[in-house]
């Protein structure tokens, strides 16, 4: 089939029959409401990249798997370079999207679902590599957009899963038939799956001996029959529902990170679409390794462009107040650019030490240290990145009238005196610009960040069980001639 065109994507998401709900009621259709049209807007521009020259070489490669031109979110990194083109993608991608990528946690699932597929079958004589290779073909053939989804309800986090009086809080197998098995249970907090071809489900977290139901991983058409997709709604969707011109939103086009709590009531997922299935030694291994892909990407590449995005509003402002030489604000830009590039250093510096992993599956992940020193950095920078725009900003970023202003005659020749700055510059720049920063600094985008991921003491256990000090300790030992013990 080739690479899709972003008309033929949206195309291809015609005919399914959905199940979702947005602020209490239905959603007839995904294509005409405001909310959800956002995010078919932001997967269609992932499509259009993969054909822009500028982007080209970047978004699209031609597969070793099936010898054809694929799009990037659809390839397993099989090399140093594939690491490093898929960090610089999560940039361009997050600084032209402006909010999440939406296709990337599929991107990262498949990078998990290889590696441990493949070791799987070496340990267990399994054919899971063997289905799994076979479905990423297809996925590649026809282009398809993945959706990644791990994030789980979950009980009492003291107790094991065994011990909820609910036991669907973490999905869960319910039976086992001949043509593959039926799971119940939901999947919280999954970025735009129902704007996606397909949804690729991996475990929450590491199981144990007697958790074998919870220790599944396989994929399934997002308008499988018993998916049920129960939307976010925040002050940000109730603005772009009433707005009359999303060019009045801060993010016109792709809006705020979109997500969904997706509900599986008696899914029946077949076999050869089933990638692991009891093997509770091997889910542990399969979340770590999709949280290595996908902290570099949340860490050291989104991360960076949405700053590209951040610090390009806030020196159009200094710019449109004629402070270009006020030494604070100058100092507070030289501050942000730090501490982007500090986080593309660690992204790239985790792709750059990559490595193949396991050794001969011809899967590379990137360096697991790196990737969550990545996150655990872009968290804290990323608030402070958030702090200072909000102080170049200025108190407008959270007290700015509406743009309808600018088309009411009886308050057009006001707003447009008092908020012109007396520049030259159209008030309606004037006004869009502080939008966008509003749309940082007072939005979803702190906490999202901080979580996006896994939260900062998830990155911090990883770096405690990581890093062994066996190198640092004797490094001393030799400088001081000290005895080894």
């Not at 959270?398 to 202003?405: A, I």
């Amino acid at each position: 089939m080739g690479l899709m065109t972003p008309e033929e994507f949206e195309e291809s998401l015609r005919g399914r029959k959905l199940r979702v709900f947005m602020n209490g009621r239905r959603v007839e259709d995904i294509f005409s409401n405001p909310v959800t049209r956002s995010v078919i807007e932001a997967n269609k521009a992932t499509y259009s990249w993969a054909h822009d020259p500028r982007f080209k070489d970047i978004m699209s490669l031609e597969s070793p798997l099936i010898g054809e031109p694929i799009h990037r979110y659809t390839h397993v990194s099989t090399s140093i370079e594939d690491l490093l083109n898929k960090a610089q993608a999560g940039t361009v991608a997050a600084e032209r999207l402006g909010t999440c990528i939406y296709r990337c946690p599929g991107y990262d699932g498949l990078h998990a679902l290889a590696a441990t597929t493949w070791e799987m079958d070496q340990d267990l004589g399994t054919d899971y590599n063997q289905r799994f290779r076979a479905y990423l073909e297809r996925v590649q053939r026809e282009d398809l957009c993945l959706a990644g989804a791990l994030t789980e309800p979950r009980g009492d986090r003291k107790k094991r899963a065994l011990e909820w009086p609910d036991p669907y809080l973490s999905l869960k197998v319910v039976e086992r038939k001949p043509g593959g098995i039926v799971v119940r249970g939901a999947k919280i907090n999954i970025s735009g799956a129902y704007a996606s071809h397909e949804i690729l489900v991996l475990p929450q977290s590491a199981k144990g001996p007697g958790e074998e139901d919870y220790a599944i991983a396989f994929a399934v058409p997002s308008d499988a029959p018993g998916i049920t997709y129960i939307c976010q709604y925040s002050p940000f969707s109730a603005e772009r529902e009433q707005a009359q011109d999303v060019y009045e939103l801060g993010n016109p086009l792709y809006g705020q990170r979109e997500t969904a709590m997706v509900v599986f009531e008696d899914v029946f997922v077949p076999w050869e679409r089933v990638f692991h299935c009891g093997e509770v030694k091997y889910s542990g291994r399969m979340v770590a390794r999709f949280a290595r892909c996908h902290r570099m990407t949340c860490g050291g590449t989104c991360k960076v462009g949405f700053m590209n995005l951040i610090i390009g509003a806030c020196k159009l402002i200094q710019e449109y107040k004629g402070l270009e030489k006020a030494p604070h604000i100058n100092e507070q830009l030289t501050e942000m650019v730090t501490l982007r590039e500090t986080g593309r250093a660690c992204g790239l510096a985790a792709a750059y030490l990559g490595k193949e992993d396991p050794p001969g599956s011809g899967v590379f992940l990137p360096d697991e240290l790196m990737g969550n020193v990545a996150k655990l950095n872009i968290c804290n920078a990323f608030w402070r990145v958030m702090a200072l725009a909000g102080d170049i900003g200025g108190g407008l970023v959270v007290t700015l009238p509406s743009l309808r202003e600018l088309k009411n005659p009886e308050t057009k020749s006001y707003v447009e005196e008092f908020l012109s700055f007396g520049s030259q510059v159209p008030t309606e720049h004037i006004m869009k610009v502080h939008k966008l920063l509003q749309n940082w600094c007072a939005g979803q985008h702190g906490v999202a960040t901080w979580h996006g991921a896994g939260p900062v003491m998830a990155q911090k256990i990883m770096i405690q069980r990581v890093v062994d000090f066996e190198h640092e300790k004797a490094l001393v030992r030799e400088a001081l001639a000290l005895d080894n013990p």
